[in-house]
């Protein structure tokens, strides 16, 4: 084996990515699709209940699965072009904001990543320092500078107003940007989640995959009056999520917390967590959450969500099976052949 290829995690996803959770976002409801029978038998019930009564109704609904399933099959691929395409032809307008500085982070934060970083550090003493536990392990800190919010939002404004692709984050939200396209991950997002994150995310969730959270998928989301004022109850792909608010000005869209997404909601009672501007949030992944709408204003807040290989070799979150992998470009969903601990120990010794 050669030595670059030690060096190197490589990813993947798991097989359910084209049939398991698509959302019909008409009836906020997610679907598995293997065939236009099973549909049928798992959801026309369900969907009648939800409003979808007529022929051609179900019709629209069999449209967009079928749009979807194909969407997610050729993401990958349109994904890569326009990463291609933005970085050759997207000027930014704020090119430092691609690289993490320290002083884009408030002391507040350095704090409590450096308490983290201590040998004798615990999770009662980091508590000590956070403060705001606001719903059931969901952990609120200042974290990044407003002058940095400030700069990042206008960058960002600036891609969209720009003619470059771009690529939406998921299904559920209709605006909003995946940051690896447009060059944030290697010199941003990464060292975030190694250098600073990862500290405090061991100590935090080490029964989740926070003591390694190996990959993740970064993106902003945008909420404005005339267009998503909301996101509906759902939880995310990833071991554990950092939620930071960048601002602008919005009034109400907090955030609500439910249980792990094995509990029913009817069994559920949500807890309503405000967001403030400059505020990071960390959560676990499969813990049930979403957005309330904003009555007034501009929300746009960035999504890290982490990934656990260790953990999710083990168990799919998002289809809950062993994965079955499947190739994927950079990060993918995060998984990773099981053995590769084993390979990298191997490569050690050579
Ligand atoms: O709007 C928010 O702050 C929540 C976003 C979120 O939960 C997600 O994108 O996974
Ligand atoms: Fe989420």
Redesign the pocket.
Known sequence: MQNNECMVDKFYTCSCFCTDNIFLKDYKLHVKYVSEEQVKWDYQHILKTLGCTTVAQYDVVLKKIHAEVERRKSLSVKSAERAEHIKKHYTPLHPNVYHLEEAYLVPEFINLVQYSLGKDATKEGLLKLIHSETAQRVYRFPLFTKDFCHELIEELEHFEESDAPKGRPNTMNNYGILLNELGFDEAFITPLRELYLTPVTSLLYPDCGGTFLDSHKAFVVKYSMNEDLDLSY?Y?NAEV?LNVSLGKEFTEGNLYFGDMRQVPLSETECAEVEHCVTEGLLHRGQQM?GALPISSGLRWNL?VWMRSSQERNRLCPMCNKRPVLVEGDGFADGFTKADIRAQRALCALH
Do not use: A
């Open positions: 759902h995310d999520t959450h999504i």
